[in-house]
């Protein structure tokens, strides 16, 4: 059965329809980009997924999530399939941090949360020990002081590392991110995208990553979803997409960032 399936998903406000109807399905440990300009409705289809639309939003049509249905669904329904099932990356780490508490102690909620659900009881020091296993396994130094630190007294980086963390750690087996690394500089861009592809893949989870940056959802994804204006224009392996785009508009999409590789490398533009 297929991990996640969406069929004819649409997105509503009140004034308009602003994703008009997304079918697509994701295999367990498959990873899956969804790319497009901004305002395409990649969010919102990705939002959909785990029933976290803004309020005044609606959705309709089908989303199978595990094999439940979130579409329509109360809350009470929703939270066991979040973290459980899916978890979020967003594009700033702060959305998912309380300003007001130490990043040990959020990195303990979804530890302990998971241990609930797995019926493992878990002492102070089994804790510690995960905690400090996470950090690692998100390569932060200094793991001490960052347990104790509150989230403005590490790095956007690091501040990013811990909730990539904190998303894993709940156990998930689908991991949405969107747009994991745009807050951040290029350099530590490309160092958080290659360790969330590398513990995506060594965990064996799916991926559902949204990007406008179809070179990176090209490295790192098997699959490619490109939206416009809440639509779907062409699907097809990453690879595929980006060398040989069929659709006029990923013709631009990729045009645009060929241009933009050749400047930053120093070469003319065609
Ligand atoms: N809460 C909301 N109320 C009304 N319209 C909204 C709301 N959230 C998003 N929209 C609109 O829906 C459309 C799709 O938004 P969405 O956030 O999914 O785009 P996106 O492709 O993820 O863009 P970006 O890359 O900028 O995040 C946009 O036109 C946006 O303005």
Redesign the pocket.
């Known amino acids: 059965m297929s991990l996640l399936t969406l069929r004819d998903l649409r997105?509503a406000?009140a004034?308009k329809e602003?994703?008009h109807g997304v079918s697509f399905t994701l295999e367990p440990g498959e990873q899956l980009g969804l790319v497009?300009?901004?305002?395409?409705?990649?969010?919102?289809?990705a939002m959909s997924v785990v029933g976290l639309?803004?309020t005044?939003?609606r959705a309709s049509g089908s989303v199978l999530l595990g094999g439940q249905e979130v579409v329509g669904q109360p809350d009470r329904r929703l939270v066991p399939l979040r973290g459980a099932v899916a978890s979020v990356v967003f594009?700033d780490p702060r959305s998912a941090l309380d300003p007001l508490m130490r990043l040990g102690r959020q990195l303990a909620e979804p530890i302990r949360r998971r241990a609930a659900r797995e019926g493992r009881a878990l002492t102070a020091s089994a804790l510690k020990a995960e905690q400090l296993q996470w950090l690692d396994r998100v390569a932060i130094a200094e793991p001490e002081r960052i347990l104790a630190a509150f989230p403005h007294e590490v790095s956007g980086g690091q501040r990013q590392r811990i909730a990539i963390a904190m998303a894993l750690a709940c156990g998930p087996r689908l991991l949405i991110a969107?747009?994991p690394t745009t807050a951040l500089d290029v350099t530590t861009q490309a160092e958080v995208l290659d360790l969330l592809d590398g513990l995506v893949k060594a965990e064996g989870l799916a991926l559902l990553f949204?990007s406008?940056d179809l070179p990176v959802v090209a490295r790192i994804t098997d699959r490619v979803i490109v939206?416009r204006q809440?639509d779907v224009v062409e699907e097809g392996p990453a690879r595929r997409v980006f060398t040989r785009p069929a659709h006029e508009y990923t013709k631009a999409l990729v045009g645009a960032a060929r241009r933009l590789e050749a400047a930053l490398a120093g070469d003319e533009l065609p």
């Open positions: 997105v406000s004034a602003l994703v497009g300009e901004s305002g395409s409705g990649k969010s919102l289809t639309l803004a005044g939003l594009q969107d747009e949204i406008h939206m809440g």
